[in-house]
């Protein structure tokens, strides 16, 4: 079974994905900020990462930015999921590495469709 790591401070959202995620059949966790997502990866490396942008402690462009320049995680596919849905937005997340963008509020289905697309 597939593990996916969403990370968002918003806990209506976490809720909202992770429900839909388990529902579809894969094992989530859950963290709230850049710091409990550095411990969930430490612990066991996920198969996809759900990304919001905007967090307590640092910008999810900048955590995305570094995921992907760092060998260990690198390969891991990042969803940002995020309430910045201007095209420039998504161009920029894009840009940071991103293997996908989608604006929230969160389309259950549409999420579900990225995720199997990229697992």
Same mark, same amino acid.
């Given at each position: ?20 995620? *388990?529902?579809?059949?894969? %094992? ?9 997502? $550095?411990? &969930?990866?430490?612990? !066991? ?22 995921? *992907?320049?760092?060998?260990? %995680? ?9 309430? $910045?849905? &201007?095209?420039?937005? !998504? ?29």
């Amino acid at each position: 079974m597939n593990t996916i790591l969403v990370v968002d401070d918003s806990k209506t959202d976490q809720q909202i994905a992770t429900s839909a995620l *388990k529902q579809a059949g894969y %094992t989530v966790v859950t963290a709230a900020n850049d710091q409990e997502a $550095k411990i &969930s990866l430490a612990a !066991k490396k996920p198969d996809l990462i759900v990304l919001d942008v905007v967090l307590p402690d640092r910008s999810g462009f900048e955590i995305c930015r570094d995921w *992907k320049d760092n060998d260990a %995680t690198k390969s891991i596919p990042v969803i940002i999921c995020s309430s $910045k849905g &201007s095209k420039m937005d !998504k161009y920029w997340g894009m840009q940071q590495g991103a293997d996908a963008y989608l604006a929230k509020p969160i389309d259950t289905d549409q999420l579900i469709q990225t995720v199997r697309k990229l697992i």
